[in-house]
Protein backbone atom coordinates (compact mmCIF):
# COMPACT_ATOMS: atom_id res chain seq x y z
CA UNK A 1 0.00 0.00 0.00
CA UNK A 2 0.96 3.14 -1.00
CA UNK A 3 -0.54 6.72 0.89
CA UNK A 4 -0.36 9.87 -0.63
CA UNK A 5 -1.28 12.98 0.53
CA UNK A 6 -1.42 16.34 -1.47
CA UNK A 7 -1.25 19.98 -0.27
CA UNK A 8 -0.26 23.63 -1.53
CA UNK A 9 -3.69 24.05 -3.63
CA UNK A 10 -5.40 27.73 -3.10
CA UNK A 11 -6.85 30.38 -4.84
CA UNK A 12 -3.98 32.50 -7.35
CA UNK A 13 -4.50 35.19 -9.86
CA UNK A 14 -3.89 34.40 -13.24
CA UNK A 15 -0.17 34.84 -14.14
CA UNK A 16 0.67 33.64 -10.73
CA UNK A 17 2.63 30.50 -9.62
CA UNK A 18 1.47 27.62 -6.84
CA UNK A 19 3.53 24.90 -6.06
CA UNK A 20 1.61 21.34 -4.92
CA UNK A 21 3.24 18.86 -2.87
CA UNK A 22 2.41 14.84 -2.85
CA UNK A 23 4.13 13.27 0.32
CA UNK A 24 4.17 9.59 0.22
CA UNK A 25 4.49 6.81 2.65
CA UNK A 26 3.86 3.10 2.67
CA UNK A 27 5.71 0.95 -0.30
CA UNK A 28 7.26 3.15 -2.11
CA UNK A 29 10.37 1.17 -3.34
CA UNK A 30 7.58 -0.63 -5.57
CA UNK A 31 6.21 2.98 -7.43
CA UNK A 32 7.11 2.60 -10.81
CA UNK A 33 6.08 6.46 -11.99
CA UNK A 34 3.99 9.36 -9.69
CA UNK A 35 1.70 11.20 -11.97
CA UNK A 36 -0.45 14.39 -11.54
CA UNK A 37 -3.83 14.77 -13.05
CA UNK A 38 -6.59 17.11 -12.77
CA UNK A 39 -10.40 17.09 -12.72
CA UNK A 40 -12.88 20.42 -13.20
CA UNK A 41 -16.27 20.62 -12.67
CA UNK A 42 -18.11 18.47 -15.22
CA UNK A 43 -14.86 17.38 -16.87
CA UNK A 44 -13.20 14.24 -17.12
CA UNK A 45 -9.94 13.52 -14.81
CA UNK A 46 -7.08 14.35 -17.43
CA UNK A 47 -3.32 14.03 -17.30
CA UNK A 48 -1.63 17.15 -16.20
CA UNK A 49 2.13 15.07 -15.69
CA UNK A 50 4.11 11.91 -14.91
CA UNK A 51 8.17 11.04 -13.87
CA UNK A 52 9.24 7.81 -14.05
CA UNK A 53 11.30 7.00 -11.52
CA UNK A 54 14.20 4.30 -12.57
CA UNK A 55 14.93 6.82 -15.63
CA UNK A 56 13.77 9.99 -14.07
CA UNK A 57 11.80 10.83 -17.49
CA UNK A 58 9.52 13.44 -17.01
CA UNK A 59 5.59 13.63 -19.45
CA UNK A 60 3.94 16.65 -19.54
CA UNK A 61 0.30 17.22 -21.53
CA UNK A 62 0.63 20.16 -24.31
CA UNK A 63 -1.51 22.37 -22.33
CA UNK A 64 0.95 22.45 -19.20
CA UNK A 65 4.03 22.03 -21.13
CA UNK A 66 6.50 24.81 -20.71
CA UNK A 67 4.78 26.38 -17.62
CA UNK A 68 4.47 23.06 -15.22
CA UNK A 69 7.13 21.22 -13.90
CA UNK A 70 6.95 17.98 -12.43
CA UNK A 71 9.73 16.63 -9.70
CA UNK A 72 10.65 14.50 -6.84
CA UNK A 73 12.71 14.69 -3.53
CA UNK A 74 13.99 10.98 -2.79
CA UNK A 75 15.16 11.99 0.39
CA UNK A 76 11.92 13.11 1.70
CA UNK A 77 9.44 10.85 -0.40
CA UNK A 78 7.34 13.91 -1.71
CA UNK A 79 6.95 14.84 -5.58
CA UNK A 80 6.48 18.44 -6.36
CA UNK A 81 4.10 20.05 -9.17
CA UNK A 82 5.46 23.56 -9.67
CA UNK A 83 2.71 25.54 -11.71
CA UNK A 84 3.61 29.04 -13.46
CA UNK A 85 1.45 31.84 -15.38
CA UNK A 86 -1.52 29.93 -14.53
CA UNK A 87 -4.37 30.35 -16.01
CA UNK A 88 -8.19 30.05 -15.16
CA UNK A 89 -8.55 27.29 -17.54
CA UNK A 90 -5.96 25.43 -14.67
CA UNK A 91 -8.43 25.82 -12.53
CA UNK A 92 -9.28 22.21 -11.22
CA UNK A 93 -8.97 19.67 -8.38
CA UNK A 94 -5.49 18.26 -8.60
CA UNK A 95 -4.25 14.91 -7.64
CA UNK A 96 -1.11 12.88 -7.47
CA UNK A 97 -0.98 9.51 -8.15
CA UNK A 98 1.52 6.04 -7.97
CA UNK A 99 1.66 3.52 -10.10
CA UNK A 100 3.20 -0.08 -9.29
CA UNK A 101 3.18 -1.37 -12.93
CA UNK A 102 4.98 -0.61 -16.15
CA UNK A 103 2.86 1.10 -18.79
CA UNK A 104 4.27 3.33 -21.66
CA UNK A 105 4.55 7.48 -22.49
CA UNK A 106 1.12 7.02 -23.55
CA UNK A 107 -0.17 4.38 -21.65
CA UNK A 108 0.62 6.64 -18.59
CA UNK A 109 -1.63 9.38 -19.08
CA UNK A 110 -4.43 7.32 -18.41
CA UNK A 111 -5.91 7.38 -14.99
CA UNK A 112 -6.63 3.26 -14.83
CA UNK A 113 -2.91 3.48 -14.89
CA UNK A 114 -2.45 4.23 -11.35
CA UNK A 115 -3.10 2.41 -8.75
CA UNK A 116 -3.15 4.87 -5.63
CA UNK A 117 -4.60 8.58 -5.37
CA UNK A 118 -4.69 11.07 -3.04
CA UNK A 119 -7.77 13.03 -1.58
CA UNK A 120 -6.63 16.29 -4.22
CA UNK A 121 -6.33 19.48 -3.71
CA UNK A 122 -8.17 22.68 -5.34
CA UNK A 123 -6.24 24.98 -7.24
CA UNK A 124 -8.35 27.62 -8.27
CA UNK A 125 -7.24 30.54 -10.95
CA UNK A 126 -8.94 34.12 -11.11
CA UNK A 127 -9.12 36.57 -14.44
Known amino acids: QVQLVESGGGLVQAGGSLRLSCATS????????MGWFRQAPGKEREFVAR????????YYADSVKGRFTISRDKAKNTDYLQMNSLKPEDTAVYYC????????????????????WGQGTQVTVSS
Open 97 to 116: AASERYSSAIGGRRPGAYDY
Open 26 to 33: GRTFSTFA
Open 51 to 58: VTLNDGNT
